[in-house]
C-alpha cells in the first residue's frame, strides 16, 4: 500500500512540474525543453549529497510524464586496467552480470534513483528554477537583441535622466546617452523613435544594449528598409558621411542600366527620402552615384557644386577641384559643410580652387 502510495506521489510530483513548466513556455516565451535541460542540470549538481560525486551520474527528466530518474553511467575495460569501481567495471564482471556481448568501451547505465527522489527533486526544482528562468531569459534577451547588433530597432522613450534618455525596447530598457543624441532633436515620453543598435553586451543581469542616433549606419539602415532595390541588392549603398542633425551625403551604386540607383533611393515624388528625413527630423540628404573613378566620384560628391576639373593624386589620396568662382561658396558649404562631408565620403583630402585662390579641406 505504502508503495503505491509512493509512486502515486512521484506521478502527481512529475505532473505538477510539467504542467508548471508549460505555464512557463506560455507566459516567458521559454522553450520547456530549455527549461528540462536547465533542471536536470542542477539535479545532477544535487547528486553529489548523495553519491559524493556528480562525474559518471545522469539525470533524465520523462518528457511527458515529468518522472525523474538518475542513471550511473560506467565505461567497460580491461581487468587489468580496472581502477575505479564507480566509473568503471572491468570486462569479467560486466560479462557475469550483462553478458558476453558487451566489450570494452561499452557504457553500462544502472539506474540508481534513490528512494523519494522525486520529492528532493521537485523541492530542489522549486528552490532552483527561478533562478534557471531567469538565466534563460537572459541569455534570450542577449540572442535575441545580439541580432539586432548593427541593425534599426524601434523604442519609446520613457524619461530624462539628466542629459541622457531611458528608452524602452520592449523586454528591456536601454539609455541613449547625451554622445549618441542629435543635439537638434528633441523628444518627450511615449514618442516612438529608431535607433541603431551599436552594441550588445552581456553582463550579470540584463544585456546591455549600446544604443545611437548620431551614427552614420543609422540612415544606411533606413534606407535599407524604405528602397526595395536595396533590400533585394539591385542597389548598394557604397559610402555614407553624416554630421548628425544637419547633413547626410551617400553615395549608391547599381550595375543594373535599367536602374537609377539615385532615383530609387528618392522614390516618386520623393516619398522615400523623405520617409528618412521625416525619422531624422529634417536631416538634409545627398544621394549621389557612386564611381569606381575617383576624379568622377569626387566631382559628385561636391554636388549640388558644378565642377571644372578633377585632379587626383591616388597615392596620397588627394585631389584638386577646379570650380567657377560663382560655385565656390556652394562647393565649400556653409561653414565647410559640403566639402567637408565629400571629403569623408570619398575619402580623398579635397583643394578646392578658384579664381580667388585654393582653400584646404
Known sequence: MAAKKTKKAAENDGAM????????????????EVMFTAIESSLKIACKNQ????????????RKTGAIKVFSDQVVVADDEYYDDVKEVSLTDAHLKYGDKKQ???????????KNF?????????????QTIRQVE????????????????????????????????????TILTENEQVKTEHFKPTDRIKLYVVDVKETKKDPKVIVSRTHPELVKRLFEKEVTEIQEGVVEIMSIAREAGSRTKMAVYTSNTNIDPVGA???????????????????????????DMPSTLIENALSPASVITVDVDVEEKSAEVLVPDDQLSLAIGKEGQNVRLAAKLTGYKIDIKCESGLLDF
Open 104 to 114: 570494452i568501451g561499452d557504457i553500462i547505465s544502472t539506474e540508481v534513483t534513490p
Open 265 to 291: 533611393c528618392v522614390g516618386i515624388n520623393g516619398a522615400r527620402v523623405n520617409a528618412v528625413v521625416e525619422e531624422l527630423q529634417g536631416e538634409k540628404i545627398d544621394i549621389i552615384v557612386w564611381s
Open 138 to 173: 537572459r541569455d534570450i534577451l542577449f540572442n535575441n537583441f545580439k541580432e539586432l547588433q548593427h541593425d534599426i530597432v524601434t523604442g519609446v522613450v520613457q524619461r530624462y535622466n539628466g542629459n541622457n534618455i531611458q528608452i524602452n525596447l520592449g523586454r528591456l530598457d
Open 118 to 130: 522525486g520529492r528532493i527533486a521537485a523541492q530542489h526544482a522549486k528552490s532552483n528554477i527561478v
Open 17 to 32: 512540474l510539467i504542467e508548471a513548466l508549460e505555464a512557463i513556455e506560455k507566459e516567458r516565451q521559454i522553450d520547456k
Open 51 to 62: 553519491f559524493g560525486s556528480d562525474d559518471n551520474i545522469r539525470v533524465e527528466i520523462d
